[in-house]
Structures are given as C-alpha cells and as structure tokens.
C-alpha cells in the first residue's frame, strides 16, 4: 500500500542553521512527489516537486529536495533557514493517473527562533 | 484572480444542523477534493472527483456528501453535524496526479 513517512515531528531551529526533514515512501510502481508548505493560518502550497529526470529538485525560497531511489527517500533541505520559514511541512506521494491518491504525511512543525 | 476558491471561511454552527461548503477553481482542471485537517494538522482526504465523477471515496460518514455540478465546482454537504466534524475542510484541484492546488479552508467549529 502506498504510504509515506515523516519521522521529525517537531524541529526547532535557530536562524541560519542547515534544515534536513525527513521523507520516505513506499509505492509500488513509478510515483510523482511533493513537498508542500502551510505557514501559519493559510493553505498549503508547493515547495518543490519530482516526477523525472534529475533526482535533485530546486524550488522555490531556497529549498531542494532530493530523490534517492535506493533509499525510497525524498529528503528536503535549506542550507539557511530565516524566521519566516517557521511552517508546517508536508510530503506527498501519488501516482501519474487521475485517480491516483494523493498521500500526505503526517508533517512536520518547523520552528525557527529568531 | 482567486485559483480555488470555498465559501465559507467559517462556519459556526450547532450540533444536529445540515450545512454546506462550496469550492470552485478557474484553472481548467479536471480533478478536485475534499480534505479534513483536524488539530493536529493531519491532513486526511475525504473525496475526489475526476471529471465531475467520483474516483476517492474514503471512510467518511455518510453524514458527507460531495456533489460536483461541473468539472470547476465541488461542494461539501453535511448532515447532523457532530462534534467531531470540527476541522478545516480544504478543498483542492489538479490535473491528474501533478501539483494539488489548495483553497483557503474552511474552518467548521461545531458547537
């Protein structure tokens, strides 16, 4: 069944510290993954996404994520992390058909301190 | 120009009422759901509709009934509410299994 894995519940941070949030998976076949990011009192949205291609992944605010096949992991970091990336974040994993499911993980509460 | 948009944002009502909350997106896609994070932030998916038919139907109560008049709208029904329907009900859009794209929320407290 697929299923995914976020085991860093709650992280705190200083300013400036390295970020690595944990994420792994388990899918039978090809899958798309996804991390999403909900700041405080909003919706989620999209970081980063991977569906081909190269294994490393930029997107947006400074954040990469990676895919290890071997590992079933989809890792991401910040090599800097700032006050406002305080957040809840959320990996994803689904199929490429229509009526894939999406499965989120549980999240992963980041608090930066100031 | 609002991407997904749901009505209300809050909804506060009483336990045993019937209420409804409605999504809508504008960009053309051909899937759509419904989401229930509670306060924990666990997100769990209720429903999902693929060209306005249902493909996800989770363990749900039948209390929820999702209806999809076209490919941009679909709107959440629930019968007697309970306690423990109180939740941000999200709704959401794709196109197939790429990026969700999420509304606002609907924060429901149930009293």
């Known amino acids: 069944a697929q299923s995914v894995s976020q085991h860093n519940h709650h992280v705190i941070l200083s300013e400036a510290a390295s970020l690595e949030l944990g994420c792994n998976y388990s899918?039978?076949?090809?899958?798309?993954l996804f991390w999403y990011v909900q700041y405080p009192g909003q919706h989620l949205q999209l970081l980063l996404k991977y569906f081909s291609g190269d294994p490393l992944v930029k997107g947006i605010k400074g954040f990469e994520a990676e895919f290890i096949k071997s590992k079933f992991s989809f890792n991401l970091r910040k090599p800097s992390v700032q006050w406002s990336d305080t957040a809840e974040y959320f990996c994803?994993?689904?199929?490429?058909?229509?009526?894939?499911?999406?499965?989120f993980g549980s999240g992963t509460r980041l608090s930066i301190r100031p | 120009d609002t991407a997904v948009s749901q009505t209300p944002k809050y909804l506060v009502t009483q336990m045993g009422n019937d209420k409804s909350i409605k999504c809508e997106q504008n960009l053309g896609h051909d899937t759509m759901y419904w989401y229930k994070q509670d306060s924990k932030k666990f997100l769990k998916i209720m429903f999902s509709?693929?060209?306005?038919?249902?493909?996800i139907n989770e363990t749900v109560p039948n209390r929820f009934s999702p209806k999809s008049p076209d490919k941009a709208h679909l709107n959440l029904h629930i019968n007697s509410l309970e306690l423990g329907d109180s939740a941000v009900y999200f709704c959401?859009?794709?196109?197939?299994?790429?990026?969700?794209?999420f509304g606002p929320g609907t924060r429901l407290t149930v009293l």
């Open positions: 899918y039978g076949g090809t899958v798309n």
């Open positions: 994803a994993t689904s199929g490429y058909s229509s009526a894939s499911k999406i499965i």
């Open positions: 509709y693929n060209n306005k038919e249902l493909i």
């Open positions: 959401a859009s794709s196109r197939g299994g790429d990026t969700q794209y």
